[in-house]
């Protein structure tokens, strides 16, 4: 395959970014993604998320059916975890207007992004 003999190929690697914000044209919304580490207790501005194709799957199911209870008027949230449960995500969906049915600090969170 080329190459010097006994040197390993990199994998291709593939960037493509997409952004997420400004206004949604369907709605005329501004879109936010709010984000808390929650064992800092800290707002983060960043966040690189690393999934298989099997956990990025369960990401998909977990979001479809967090948008079929919204549809529904419900205020719902999914823990997405790695086998050994040393990794935790937790996904919420929400409105503007239902951040005052959160505690304050998620509250806190969704206004005012501190």
Not at 28 to 49: C, F, N, P, Q, Y
Not at 53 to 68: D, G, I, V
Not at 75 to 81: M, S
Not at 87 to 103: I, M, R
Request: hydrophobic share 30%; charged share 30%; net charge negative.
């Amino acid at each position: 395959m080329g190459g010097a003999p006994g040197r390993r190929r990199r994998p291709r690697v593939v960037h493509t970014s997409r952004r997420l914000g400004g206004i949604d044209a369907s709605t005329g919304e501004t879109a936010h993604v709010r984000l808390l580490d929650e064992d800092s207790d800290r707002t983060i501005k960043s966040l690189a998320l690393y999934l298989t194709p099997k956990e990025a799957e369960s990401a998909r199911n977990a979001l479809e059916n967090l948008l079929t209870w919204h549809a529904q008027g419900n205020i719902e949230h999914v823990h997405l975890d790695d086998r050994e449960y040393e990794h935790h995500l937790t996904l919420v969906l929400y409105t503007p207007e239902q951040a005052g049915e959160f505690q304050e600090r998620w509250r806190r969170l969704i206004v005012e992004d501190e």
